[in-house]
């Protein structure tokens, strides 16, 4: 199991669209992918469980992957969330 903290600098957190192309990310891998922020555990393969959370702007959060491909599958989550930058 790997983990990384990183900050969101996306101007509008985490919203519908950059959720949706995070999913689909996710789902190419064979690891468990969970996100936290703010205590709150979910799985990064789950639209809804990562809404949930409703991440800000600016939030620190930490993604954790286990499994096969975990290193790709964390490395590939960091660069698409550094992408919705603004």
């Known amino acids: 199991m790997i983990q990384q903290t990183l900050e969101l600098n996306s101007k509008a957190g985490l919203l519908a669209i950059p959720v949706t192309?995070?999913?689909q990310v996710a789902s190419r891998?064979?690891?468990d992918i969970?996100?936290?922020h703010n205590g709150r555990k979910v799985n990064v393969k789950s639209i809804l469980g990562v809404l949930s959370l409703g991440i800000p702007s600016q939030a620190k959060i930490t993604?954790?992957?286990s499994g096969q491909d975990e290193e790709e599958a964390l490395r590939q989550i960091t660069k698409t969330l550094a992408s919705f930058n603004n």
Do not use: I
Request: proline share 0%; aromatic share 16%; charged share 10%.
């Open 34 to 36: 969970f996100l936290t």
């Open 29 to 31: 891998f064979n690891s």
């Open 63 to 65: 993604l954790e992957a």
């Open 21 to 23: 192309q995070l999913v």
